[in-house]
């Protein structure tokens, strides 16, 4: 099974900064990597596909790059409704993968 | 708007059975799969399988296998998921969830097993 190791596992931080979340896989996986953002007790809403490209409706303060192993997801300028809980999942290859998942909190 | 609604919460014993549905709607339902992902509370995600509902094929994570069946009935675009043999460590939230791209996601069924 393809492992993806996403870090940090937690980040508090503040509305305006710029916050980084890493997930690497195991092996190649060309850009089958999405984002995903989860608050508590929702389901998951993806927000990045194919590692870079932003959803429709999306706001573009968020980002993805990568491809290979390492990916990046950025949120340019945090604002309040940020505050969530972030996971990367792999499609390359079955079963699907899912990162550890990143708690974003407010500092 | 392509939507999954799944079935209501369940409380289950040890070693006994759970069978979840999820309906969608929005979409030709049989132009994609549909995977099944659980989160145990306050844990990751797990993938648990997926099938093709144009013709059943299925695939299971190796941990599941012989314990999960997932089927579906395309006059109605539902899918379910039949777990058997439940442990308390089958407790979590099951999803499923469309496609290869995993977009959208039902809203989640809370399976809890306890005796």
């Known amino acids: 099974d393809i492992q993806m190791t996403q870090s940090p596992s937690s980040l508090s931080a503040s509305v305006g900064d710029r916050v980084t979340i890493t997930c690497r896989a195991s092996q190649d996986i060309r850009n089958e990597l999405a984002w995903y953002q989860q608050k508590p007790g929702r389901a998951p809403n993806r927000l990045i596909y194919?590692?870079?490209s932003l959803l429709s409706g999306v706001p573009s303060r968020f980002s993805g790059s990568g491809s290979g192993t390492e990916f990046t997801l950025t949120i340019s300028s945090l604002q309040p409704e940020d505050f969530a809980t972030y996971f990367c999942?792999?499609?390359?290859?079955?079963?699907?993968?899912f990162g550890q998942g990143t708690r974003l909190d407010n500092k | 708007q392509v939507q999954l609604v799944q079935s209501g919460a369940e409380v289950k014993k040890p070693g006994a059975s759970v069978k979840v549905s999820c309906k969608a709607s929005g979409y030709q339902f049989i132009t994609y799969h549909i995977n099944w992902v659980r989160q145990a509370p306050g844990q990751g995600l797990e993938w648990v399988g997926w099938i093709n509902p144009n013709g059943g094929d299925t695939g299971y994570g190796q941990k599941f296998q012989g314990r999960v069946t997932m089927t579906t009935d395309v006059s109605i675009s539902t899918a379910y998921m039949e777990m058997t043999s439940l442990t308390s460590e089958d407790t979590a939230v099951y999803y499923c969830v469309r496609g290869r791209y995993y977009d959208p996601w039902g809203q989640g069924t809370l399976v809890t097993v306890s005796s």
């Open positions: 999942l792999q499609h390359n290859t079955y079963p699907t993968t």
């Open positions: 194919a590692a870079s």
